[in-house]
T-cell receptor, first 117, second 111 residues
Framework: GAVVSQHPSWVICKSGTSVKIECRSL??????MFWYRQFPKQSLMLMAT?????????EQGVEKDKFLINHASLTLSTLTVTSAHPEDSSFYIC?????????????FGEGSWLTVV | GEDVEQSLFLSVREGDSSVINCTYT??????LYWYKQEPGAGLQLLTY?????DMKQDQRLTVLLNKKDKHLSLRIADTQTGDSAIYFC???????????FGTGTQLKVEL
């Protein structure tokens, strides 16, 4: 079945550095992918829509210069957290829609834990 | 606007049925999804229902949709300890693929 994979699963970085998280659709193409953020014991909040070959669309309140999104191919979107600070520590998870004979489903990656120290 | 609500916690005994409820406000929802999240893990798609359906059954899972009341439920038959997790409902509205998630329900299965 359709699978979405994220890498890395866990990352610890120093304050002020940048971290890149990858989201791949493994056996299907995704012209659009979505990035969410989840704080402990909370729900998922949509950060941005990643569009293949064009600029990402950010949700209100999300800093586009801080959370850089690049969707360079039909199977890969990347989220770069620039100049990370401890308050950026969170669980980041991506999703990709898949249209098959059974209908339209949306699959999620395994998520990436970011800890900024 | 979009608002999706769930009860925060549900405790059931192993072997019983679990019913997790979800209410939403956007009547233009096209698909509604149920995801399972285990501690520290990503989201596992359990099932989904198209907005023109009332019910969908998939093995131990039964989804009921009351579009008039904007109420969605997930029934898990013969609940097992491995079903302990957080369950999120999510709605997809309009023609896009953005999801609005519910607050999540933590299901605890006791022996």
């Amino acid at each position: 079945g359709a699978v979405v994979s994220q890498h890395p699963s866990w990352v610890i970085c120093k304050s002020g550095t940048s971290v890149k998280i990858e989201c791949r659709s493994l056996d299907f193409q995704a012209t659009t992918m979505f990035w969410y953020r989840q704080f402990p014991k909370q729900s998922l909040m949509l950060m941005a829509t990643s569009n293949e070959g064009s600029k990402a669309t950010y949700e209100q309140g999300v800093e586009k210069d801080k959370f850089l999104i690049n969707h360079a191919s039909l199977t890969l979107s990347t989220l770069t957290v620039t100049s990370a600070h401890p308050e950026d520590s969170s669980f980041y998870i991506c999703s990709a829609p898949f249209s098959g004979t059974a209908g339209n489903t949306i699959y999620f990656g395994e998520g990436s834990w970011l800890t900024v120290v | 606007g979009e608002d999706v609500e769930q009860s925060l916690f549900l405790s059931v005994r192993e072997g019983d049925s679990s019913v997790i409820n979800c209410t939403y406000t956007d009547s233009s929802s096209t698909y509604l999804y149920w995801y399972k999240q285990e501690p520290g893990a990503g989201l596992q798609l359990l099932t989904y229902i198209f907005s023109n359906m009332d019910m969908k059954q998939d093995q131990r899972l039964t989804v009921l949709l009351n579009k008039k009341d904007k109420h969605l439920s997930l029934r898990i038959a013969d609940t097992q300890t491995g079903d302990s997790a957080i369950y999120f409902c999510a709605e997809r509205t309009g023609g896009g693929n953005k999801l609005t998630f519910g607050t999540g329900t933590q299901l605890k299965v006791e022996l």
